[in-house]
């Protein structure tokens, strides 16, 4: 005689449980209780309906918060575990429900326990990087730097791997599943793991920070709850709410207003103190700012106590890239200029009094793009590079921009000083401002379309160090209403106006200009470097501290202002070695003929002019 040895789910929970045990919820009499006969415990008996058991303990949960742990309780959601999971899960959220002190997670272990191959429960590292895998796409950017894109309910949220935001998700996602916290050793490991599967199994993406350029246009990252973005074109602009960029955040960013159209940017000049033969190069820098496919010139605000510089600074920043802190201190090192360009797209800092020459380097670095190598933590000697491009803002009471290389790069703003009977209370100003700035914004907009309408019409006739800006400012300008040709006059001037601070700034430059003054035939000299160090040692030096220590390094600050001397109609031209030394020649050339600047014109979007 065959004998069947097959258990039922029931049977396979318990392995005590013998069959003349066994009685169907039918068996019981018309005088029978069927909530005692549910009570029993597995050696007594186990009914067939699970689900039973488990609603008449949810019943009694309400006053006992152990009853949802009972062995036979935890029989019953055991086979549902393995029979039935969507009923599993109705039923544990009920029981949840109906007493929020009730353990859940107790629930969950003790099922696990009773499951055949209990043993091999998985860790929570293990549900940390399964829960992520489920729930994320994982991928990477060109510097292979782990991102996670997050579906959401109405938006995507897009985050680094190593980054507080995904962090805080991944924390809140284990939560919801599993009602437990996470060690900080697992958290760290959970992420180098899923990190590896970002960097090793997903695909590469370009991941942008506020500003990102695609087929269709520029997009503009708002930064809100939703994820949104505007997209800007020359038909138009809208916000989209789901952006076809991949733009990610960090914890210090703020949103940008709601844009409304309609607006005036010329309520921007009741809020800043910019002055009038300067306001369409900071508009052009603002809307530049957003064009991540092109150099960014360095904006600098110079003026005394005062002129609100750094409230002027603060506003123009609100319409770029808000932020947690608006304005920071002087950076101590190179590093934390490019750490800083790591964590914003606006690079803002305040009331400097001085920069290192390797600090307006970085700054130079930033404006065109280029990276900063340093020694990754923890490694043998393996290099970190920050790679980056951003606009900057500066300012200080003193010119900031010293070195040439900056300075070609820098739009320059000397601010007025504002009479104390036409200063306002900061709170006033701030709550007008937050008032008018969704209008400015939308203005702002506005005139960024007619630019990009405008811009591929414009050639440039003779091209300054920043073409690019130079050709996008004439654009804005006819866009405001100018005469064609007038940007390219006013940044020709500044430009100048650039030439002349780098020559005062330059201890060289100084005494070199006072020697030739002094000669019966100026500018028209050639000899070694070394001959020259001896002529310009033997003058009155203003400034010893910043004076060349040796020939080579005379002939190194030639190079520097060489390019300054020869927009002045000055040729420092480096003619090879001789057996005495290398050889210079200072020469005069074809003076430079641009026009003075204009303020001609400028009808629309408010007054650009005093």
């Not at 319409?319 to 590093?335: I, Q, S, Y």
């Not at 630019?451 to 160090?465: N, Y």
């Amino acid at each position: 005689m065959m004998v069947d040895t097959t258990l039922s789910p029931a049977q396979s929970v318990d392995g005590d449980h013998h069959d003349h045990h066994h009685r169907d919820i039918g068996d019981v009499g018309d005088g029978g209780d069927d909530g005692a006969l549910l009570l029993t415990s597995p050696a007594e008996g186990m009914p067939d309906d699970p689900i039973t058991i488990i609603e008449a303990a949810i019943e009694r949960l309400r006053d006992d918060v152990g009853a949802i742990v009972e062995p036979a309780v935890v029989a019953a959601f055991s086979i549902l575990r393995a029979t039935d999971l969507p009923n599993y899960l109705r039923l544990r959220h009920q029981a949840k429900q109906t007493n929020p002190a009730c353990s859940v997670t107790e629930l969950d272990k003790a099922v696990q326990q009773s499951l055949p191959g209990s043993g091999d429960e998985p860790s929570a590292l293990d549900e940390l990087v399964t829960l992520a895998r489920n729930q994320c796409q994982l991928k990477h950017d060109a510097d292979r730097n782990a991102v996670a894109v997050i579906p959401m309910p109405g938006r995507q949220e897009v985050w680094r791997v190593y980054s507080t935001g995904y962090e805080e998700w991944l924390r809140t996602a284990y939560w919801r599943a599993k009602e437990a916290g996470v060690p900080e050793t697992t958290m760290k490991s959970a992420l180098a793991t899923i990190a590896a599967a970002g960097i090793n199994d997903g695909k590469q993406i370009d991941l942008h920070v506020r500003a990102a350029r695609d087929e269709a246009g520029y997009l503009i990252d708002l930064c809100d709850e939703q994820w949104r973005a505007v997209l800007v074109t020359p038909i138009g602009w809208q916000v989209l709410d789901h952006s076809p960029a991949y733009f990610t955040r960090t914890q210090s960013m703020r949103p940008l207003p709601e844009p409304q159209r309609g607006g005036d940017i010329g309520l921007l000049w009741q809020h800043t103190n910019i002055p009038g033969n300067r306001r369409v190069m900071v508009l052009t820098w603002l809307l530049d700012s957003f064009r991540p496919d092109t150099p960014f010139p360095v904006l600098e605000l110079v003026g005394e106590q005062g002129s609100a510089k750094s409230t002027t600074q603060a506003v123009l920043r609100s319409l770029v890239d808000p932020n947690k802190v608006m304005l920071r201190g002087r950076p101590k090192t190179v590093e934390d200029i490019f750490v800083a360009a790591a964590n914003n797209w606006l690079v803002s800092y305040e009331n400097l009094s001085g920069l290192t020459a390797e600090q307006q380097d970085a700054f130079c670095t930033l404006s065109t793009g280029g990276g900063f190598a340093s020694r990754q933590l923890y490694t043998n000697g393996e290099e970190h590079i920050m790679e980056t491009k951003r606009p900057v803002v500066l300012n200080g009471i003193a010119v900031v921009a010293t070195r040439p290389d900056l300075i070609d790069r820098v739009i320059h703003v000397d601010m007025p000083t504002i009479p104390p009977e036409s200063r306002r209370d900061e709170a006033d100003t701030s709550t007008a401002w937050e008032r008018d700035r969704p209008w400015v914004f939308g203005a702002l907009l506005d005139l960024f379309v007619d630019a990009l309408r405008i811009l591929p019409s414009v050639t440039l006739t003779h091209k300054q160090r920043m073409a690019d800006f130079e050709r996008f400012g004439e654009a804005v300008a006819r866009a405001l209403g100018f005469n064609p040709g007038e940007f390219q006059r006013q940044y020709a001037e500044l430009v100048r106006a650039g030439i002349d601070r780098a020559l005062e700034s330059n201890a060289v430059a100084q005494v070199l200009d006072k020697y030739f003054e002094e000669r019966i035939s100026p500018w028209n000299w050639q000899g070694t470097a070394g001959q020259l160090y001896y002529l310009l040692n033997n003058q009155i030096i203003p400034d010893r501290s910043t004076w060349p220590k040796s020939p080579k390094g005379l002939a190194d600050q030639l190079r520097r202002i060489a390019p300054a001397y020869r927009a002045k109609g000055i040729e420092i031209s480096h003619l090879g070695h001789s057996r005495e030394g290398a050889l210079w020649r200072i020469t005069p050339i074809r003076s430079s003929t641009a026009t003075p600047p204009g303020v001609e014109g400028g009808n629309r979007y408010g007054a650009h002019r005093e």
